[in-house]
C-alpha cells in the first residue's frame, strides 16, 4: 500500500513538471516523422498481466516490433528526434501514464516485451 502511494505522489509530482518538455517533445515527434506520437508496447507485468506501455515514439512507423537489440541495423529505424530521446530517457515520460493506472511501479523490475520469455521467467521469481 505505501508503495502505491509512493508511485502515485512521485508520478503526479513528475507529470506536473514534465507536462511543458512533454508537449515540445510531441510536436518535434510530428515535425519530424509521420505517425502516433505514443507508441504503445505490450509488456508483463506483475502476477504475469499484459499491459500496454506507453512511450514516445523514437522509431519509424513502419519499424519491426521486438527488442531493438534483436534488430540487425537498429540505427535505420531510429527517427532523428528518437536518438535525442532514447539518449536522454526522454522517450520513457510517458510510462508516468502506466505508473498512475497501477500498472507497473516506479520501483522495481522494468516490464519485459510480451515476446521476452526468459526475462519474464527471471522477472516471475523476484
Not at 66 to 91: C, E
Not at 92 to 103: A, W
Request: proline residues 6%; charged residues 15%.
Amino acid at each position: 500500500m505505501l508503495s502505491r502511494v509512493f508511485d502515485l505522489v512521485l508520478s503526479l509530482l513528475a507529470t506536473a513538471v514534465l507536462i511543458v518538455p512533454s508537449i515540445l517533445i510531441c510536436l518535434a515527434i510530428k515535425a519530424t516523422s509521420e505517425g502516433k506520437v505514443l507508441y504503445w508496447s505490450k509488456r508483463v507485468g506483475h502476477n504475469s498481466q499484459y499491459f500496454m506501455m506507453p512511450k514516445f515514439r523514437s522509431m519509424y512507423s513502419h519499424s519491426p516490433e521486438v527488442a531493438t537489440d534483436k534488430l540487425r541495423d537498429p540505427q535505420r529505424y531510429i527517427t532523428s528526434v528518437g536518438s535525442f530521446l532514447r539518449r536522454t530517457s526522454l522517450d520513457e515520460i510517458p510510462q508516468l501514464i502506466s505508473v498512475l493506472m497501477g500498472d507497473m511501479s516506479i520501483v522495481g523490475p522494468r516490464p519485459a516485451l510480451h515476446n521476452q520469455h526468459l526475462l519474464i521467467s527471471l522477472n516471475a521469481r523476484i
